[in-house]
């Protein structure tokens, strides 16, 4: 309790030493031990999708991108939903209510405050980038948990080649492990690395795009019977991926000898390797779970 207490205490002083809305204290269930990750700085939003909390985002208001999501994982069932793309109120106006509320369909025009507070449906229109989610959909069990994820705060702009690439086999393949062997919760991060020299959609400096996407997991509570191969991922793992094949290979190596999607590779790796590569390019300790998740 006294733990729980002081990671309370600690996030609503991240939220407020940001002086801006929203803070991360009425979301905290949607990080392992109410800790979430240390060493970036944002926006908290607690993801309200009509009725409740969804998930947790921190963002960037002048990459007007998410650093990360966070979420807890559960088995999904059923297909990608229909469902418009929605934004955050209270970016625009901090007197708005926090609820995500869908695009205004046109002619309706989306109201400039809107517009400059964070990325819009045009921002990525005619870019040759996709709207990559964060906390994917495909993550969640019921109608409304995948819905809450089409709000544009949990998403980058991704290459094609890599979100539909290995980058969704990896989604895929922590879906398979954490179904099969995740006996208890499993909290998983997933964010982003920039450029050293900050890129922009469309060179219009409105939408950061990244260099990098990584994701982390942790289940505390796993089985028993791990095979020999999963071992060293559990209770935590973690992948950087490539998002963009000009990339230098320091982080994640190139397999010339793929057919498809060449340069947008996936590079599974220890939650700590991960941290030392935020850290080199962030300029100060990142991390992820309390304890890294031991
Ligand atoms: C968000 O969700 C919570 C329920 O978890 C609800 O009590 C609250 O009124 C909602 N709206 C806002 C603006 O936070
Ligand atoms: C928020 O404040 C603005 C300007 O002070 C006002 O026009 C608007 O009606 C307020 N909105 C809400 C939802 O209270
Ligand atoms: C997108 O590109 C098409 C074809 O190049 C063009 O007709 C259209 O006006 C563009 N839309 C925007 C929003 O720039
Ligand atoms: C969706 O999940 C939430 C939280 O787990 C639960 O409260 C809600 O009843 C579920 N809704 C449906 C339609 O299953
Ligand atoms: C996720 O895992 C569940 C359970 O194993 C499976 O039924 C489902 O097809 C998987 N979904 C994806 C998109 O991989
Ligand atoms: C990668 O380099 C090629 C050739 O120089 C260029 O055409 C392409 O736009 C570059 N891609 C990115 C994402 O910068």
């Given at each position: 309790m006294k733990r729980w207490l002081a990671a309370l205490a600690v996030a609503a002083l991240l939220g407020l030493s940001q002086g801006d809305v929203g803070d991360f204290s009425p979301c905290l269930n949607f990080f392992y031990r109410y800790w979430p990750p240390s060493g970036f700085n944002g926006t908290p939003i607690c993801q309200n999708y009509t009725n409740g909390h969804y998930f947790a985002t921190l963002y960037s208001r002048e990459r007007r991108s998410p650093w990360y999501s966070a979420y807890l994982y559960s088995t999904p069932a059923g297909k990608r939903p229909k469902t418009a793309w929605k934004y955050e109120p209270q970016l625009a106006?901090?007197?708005?209510?926090g609820v995500m509320l869908p695009f205004p369909v046109p002619p309706k025009r989306v109201d400039e405050s809107v517009v400059k507070s964070q990325a819009v449906q045009q921002d990525y229109l005619?870019?040759?980038?996709t709207r990559g989610h964060?906390?994917?959909?495909?993550?969640?069990?019921n109608r409304s948990d995948r819905r809450s994820t089409f709000t544009l705060t949990n998403v980058v702009p991704q290459k094609m080649e890599s979100n539909d690439g290995m980058w969704a086999a990896l989604e895929m393949r922590v879906n398979a492990t954490m179904t099969k062997y995740c006996a208890g919760p499993a909290y998983v991060v997933t964010g982003i690395i920039p450029y050293r020299t900050d890129r922009w959609l469309k060179d219009e400096h409105r939408v950061a795009i990244p260099e990098y996407l990584w994701s982390a997991y942790c289940c505390p509570t796993y089985s028993r019977d791990l095979p020999e191969s999963l071992?060293?991922?559990?209770?935590t793992f973690a992948a950087i991926g490539r998002?963009?094949?000009?990339?230098?290979?320091?982080i994640v190596p190139v397999?010339?000898?793929?057919?498809?999607?060449?340069?947008y590779d996936v590079r599974p790796m220890p939650l700590a390797d991960l941290e030392i590569y935020l850290r080199e390019r962030y300029g100060r300790k990142i991390a992820i779970f309390s304890r890294q998740c031991l």
């Open positions: 106006k901090s007197n708005a209510s005619n870019s040759s980038y964060l906390n994917p959909s495909l993550h969640h069990q071992r060293r991922t559990f209770p998002n963009d094949a000009n990339s230098t290979e320091e397999d010339r000898t793929r057919k498809k999607f060449v340069g």
